[in-house]
Every structure is written in structure tokens, then in C-alpha cells.
């Protein structure tokens, strides 16, 4: 296929721009380029049948099933997209005097109203972009917490090894020591190794519930407890809350501050690149410390504040905004059962397709999952020496994103697949076939699989020299 530079014909266009009828001003001679840019040109049609190429060579949601473990690639209500799309959203400016945008005042206002409510929290913040910026501005909170009472000697965060990749980056870059804790034979957090962790230098844990193996930790209560009686604050990573939302709440569990993905649970597509919301919901305690500035409600106005101990901004303005619009739409069209519906259904998918394959695969974790299960393909690869890598090749050729492969890293040849909870019996039925077959293709026929991807539009790429050696410029 040809990049669109080289689509480009000199001289073609498909714009008609009506002629100037205000004064065109003089620029100085210093801002002005001396050669025009060098944009592609081309006819309507032309960008039209690129742009459309582009799409058919790529997969998404709309090709096909996505179970991208801890990813939750789910479909999103187009309504929603229509909601955030309306121009009293979209034409309005974050400087814009506080009487003019009392419309968005209230979406933020209701929305931090209803996610604290799904959460068990006081107060939130909109202003993170992504799930580890609300990770990194969850962890500042904590910080300002502790050195707000001078209690200065608490620089450690708890991290069992079963959270995601980003907590201990995030917990390392707000500045704290990360004591990594490893998991029990059960995927749990191992409470003997977690009281002998803690301590008076103990800021606080770091959890991702469901962890990375799909569990939902049973001990919970007990784990929040050993924290705080340590005097250590515990931080709840809820990018997973697709697998609890309406049925359990991080505030109900001992939780004193969460972040949440919005661009995975609350209907904005993931995994293009942005825009997305990782907001951050706390208990009171730590309201005084959250980014300004946050909406209030007074008399039915709304007015922006900033806290008394603010940490200060983490983002411009209010953050991604018409994300923040799109999650309130798909919770008010939900409604308080819809969420616990979609949460439930979600559970349902992963066990069915969990139970459906347990017979031929080896499930890293046999008991009941939450909206992700983990296989381990290593007794596979013994056997016939076809790894992770390769089924998940062989699942390209029948038009299924593979799962999230060699990762957590606890489980060797790891493949964690996570359906949603909106895929139908059907298509989940048809993936299972597809995974069975390929286990079949695994024992009689193994170097169809090394070969594969065989239909898409390139093979086997060379992954690590693409991270390493990126051709990010074109030689014109
Ligand atoms: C996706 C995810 C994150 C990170 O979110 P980003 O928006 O990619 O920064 C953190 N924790 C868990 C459990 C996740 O699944």
C-alpha cells in the first residue's frame, strides 16, 4: 500500500475555501516559513479510499472479537460518541468565564458524583489523562498526606507482584521505595509476607484488584487493615473495575484513594492512542490535597475551587473533558442496575470461555475468575514447542485479536483473555472453537503455526527491531 505522500500528485486538492473577507494580516518577516509546507495533495476520493484501506488493514472492535486481557476492549454505545460530539461541548473554551459553562460544570459535577458513589469515595479530580498519571497522582496525594502531618519517615510502597507494570513505575517516579512483595501459590497477596513488610517507614500499598491473574483478592479486608494499622494508606488500581462496578466498592473494602480508567470501562475506545481519563477518587482525608481545580455546587451554580492543600495541576485545565462526558452518558443510560449487569456479564464471559477451554489448555489459576483468565501455555510448548507467540499468530489468520501474551510475567508463556461482557454466546462460541482447532493444529501440524499469521496483510514482524531501530522519519 502506498503512504499517502505517495498517493500526493502536485496540484490536486479538494478544498474550495471562499474568498477572504476579512483583512488578511501581515505577519513579520521572522514567524513566516519560506517554503510552503509539504503536504500531501489530493482529491477527496483519493483520501477517502486511503483512509478507508488504512482501516480494512487494521483490527478493531468493529472487525472482530478483542479479548486483550487487562485491556477491556469492549464495544462503546455510539450514543455515547453523539453525547460528547454536541458543539455546548465541543465549541465551548476552558477560559471561558464560569455563568457560560454551567453545562459542563454540571457534567463534571455529576460525574465525580456518580463514580464516587460506584467507588465508595468522597471527592475526585478529572484531570489525570490515564490510568498511570491517576497511579502517579494518587501516590502524590499520599505523599502530601503524610508530609502534611509531618509524619516524614514513611517513603515505602507496598507492591505485590501480581499488580500492573505501571504501579511500581509510578509509585518509583512520585518519588517512594517500592518493596515488592511476591504473590501466594493462589495468585493472593501473601498476608505473612505483608505484616512482615510493613512498618513505621510504610507510606502505603499499591493493589490491582482483580490483580493481573483476574482474582479478586479474598483476603482483601484483612490486607487493607494490616495497613492501615501500620499507619500506611492503601491505594485501590481500579483500571479492572469493569470486573466489579456496581457489586463491590474500593471505599467499602478500606481503600483511601482509586483511579479509574475511563477510556476501559466507561465507554471511550482504547487502545488508538487517546484521549483518555484516569480520574482519582479518595476518601475525605485527602480531598484537601487533590489537583485543582475541582466543581462545587452552591445554590444550583456551579464554581471551580482548588483545594486548601492542593499538590497543584497535573494537567491543563480539566483534563480530557469529553471523556468525562461520554462515561456520565453510558452510566446514566445504565442506570445503577445496567452497571452491575455489565460488571456481572463481564464475569460470566471469562468463566464460560475459561470452562469451555480448561479441558485442552492449562489455566494458570483454576478457580472461578473475575473478567480475565490466565493460561499457561508452557506444558504446550513442551510437547510440541508451539509457544504462546504462536497461537496467538494462528488466531490473527481467523480474525481474533490475540490476547495480552507473556504478561502477567508470574505466568510463564502467559495468555490472559479477556472477553467483555459484550460479546454474544456466539462469538464466544466460535472463539473457543478457534482455540480449540489451534490446539489441534499445535500437535499435528506445528510449523502451520510457526508460519503463521499466513492471511493478514504482513507476516511476522520483527518486533524488537521495530522498538529498537523505529523508522519514525520518510526520505522524501
Ligand atoms: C491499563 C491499566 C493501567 C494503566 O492505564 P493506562 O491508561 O494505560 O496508563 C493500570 N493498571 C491496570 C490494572 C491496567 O489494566
Known sequence: MNLIFETSVL?????ILPECDVPV?????????????RLPQLSENDISRHYTALARRTHGVNNGFYPLGSCTMKYNP???????????????HPLQPEHTVQGAMEVLYQAERALCEITGMDAMTFQPAAGAHGEFTGLLLIKAYHKHRGDLKRTKIIIPDSAHGTNPASATMAGFTVISIPSQEDGCVDLEKLKAAVGEDTAGLMLTNPNTVGLFDKNILEITKIVHDAGGLNYYDGANLNAVMGVSRPGD????VVHLNLHKTFSTPHGGGGPGSGPVGCKSLLAPFLPGPVVKKQQEQ?????????????KAFYGNFTVVVKALSYILTLGAEGIREAAQNAVLNANYMMKK??????MAYEERCMHEFVMSLE???????????????????NGIHPPTMYFPLIVHEALMVEPTETESKETLDEAIEVFRSLYQTAKTDPQALHDAPHHT????????GAARNPKLHYSF
Not at 521572522?30 to 509546507?37: G, V
Request: glycine letters at 10%.
Open 379 to 397: 506444558p504446550l510448548k513442551k510437547e510440541t514447542g508451539i509457544s504462546a507467540m504462536d497461537i496467538a499468530k494462528g488466531l490473527l489468520d
Open 302 to 314: 456551579y464554581h471551580f475551587e482548588t483545594p486548601e492543600h492542593s499538590i497543584g495541576r497535573v
Open 253 to 256: 473494602m478500606g481503600f483511601d
Open 11 to 15: 496540484g490536486r486538492g479538494c478544498s
Open 357 to 362: 477451554l480448561g479441558d485442552l489448555y492449562t
Open 25 to 37: 494580516p501581515v505577519l513579520p518577516k521572522n514567524f513566516c516559513r519560506e517554503n510552503a509546507p
Open 78 to 92: 455510539k450514543i455515547n460518541e453523539e453525547m460528547a460530539a454536541q458543539a455546548g461541548f465541543t465549541a465551548i
Open 457 to 464: 496483510p504482513v507476516r511476522r514482524l520483527d518486533e524488537v
